[in-house]
């Protein structure tokens, strides 16, 4: 008979005392048998005491932000099943069962909770929130060639091995992002299972900032980018160098053509040093080029180190 997996929630905190009972109470109805680990990122509320009064394991983390939080509870926690979601009471944690049932039955690596609402509700999303989430989701998709959902998501259900092999190197609210392109870059089985989205309770505030964070996710996608898809993203920057050099060099020629000189030097020296810099462009993305697939393969084998979730 095969032992029962180890489930492991983790519930990313600051400023939630309002909320966070509630959050443990569903959990804990959804799924009885899993630990729940409270992650206090320096409340200055009572978070802590009303988690720990609710049968959580509150742990604690100074340093701020979301992504510092996951960084440290995925080093901390062994388990053979991680639930990550937010202690905002936002998230239906009454769908966790069929997204634990689909990471087991694929068996995928990872399950991204989709959030969705019945026709003719409204959304609970900002409209900014709800537009740039689109967006993102758009670009993201198009340029590491898979499509994701809803990829701001902060509820989502992975496997030991996923958890295991990310580097989590965000700090704030740009960790849904690394998450979703660690996914794609690494190719592992993914799914995504809709769940309900709702208003925070009454006396809950958001910590979100709609164009502040918005930047922020929209600099780690470029730099994921940059970090991921090296020749894509060297190879735009060396085709802008090559292209403004040849806008600016062509009437040179042709000037040089028709009187045999040069009178704009400083033009044609800035147009030199723009061809030079787009051939080191896509130099450095071929190099870079390389590293990744050594990078790829390490994280591979790292993630290959370990089981698939089962039942």
Known sequence: MSTPPVIAAIVPCYNEEVAVGQVIADLRAAVPE?????????????????AAAAGAIVRREERKGKGNVVRRAFADIDADIYVMIDGDDTYDAAALPEMIRTLQDGPYDHVLGVRTQPEGVESAYRSGHELGNKGFNLLVGSVFGDEVG??????????????????AASREF???????????????PQAEVAVGFKDRPAGSESKLRTYHDGFRILNLVIQLIRHERP???????????????V????PLIVEFAQTGLVPRFPTALVTVALGVAGGLAWAV??????VLKERREASRLAYLRYSAASR
């Open 34 to 50: 899993m630990a729940i680990y409270v992650y206090d990122n320096n409340s200055s509320d009572r978070t802590a005491a009303v």
């Open 150 to 167: 809803d990829m701001l998501s902060g509820y989502r259900v992975m496997s030991r091995r996923f958890v295991k092999s990310f580097p």
């Open 231 to 245: 020749l894509f993203f060297y190879g735009i920057v060396g085709a802008v160098f090559l292209l403004v050099a």
């Open 285 to 290: 993305g071929l190099v870079l080029d390389g």
């Open 247 to 250: 806008i600016l060099g062509i």
């Open 174 to 188: 740009e960790i849904e992002t690394e998450l979703t392109v660690h996914v794609m870059s690494l190719r592992v």
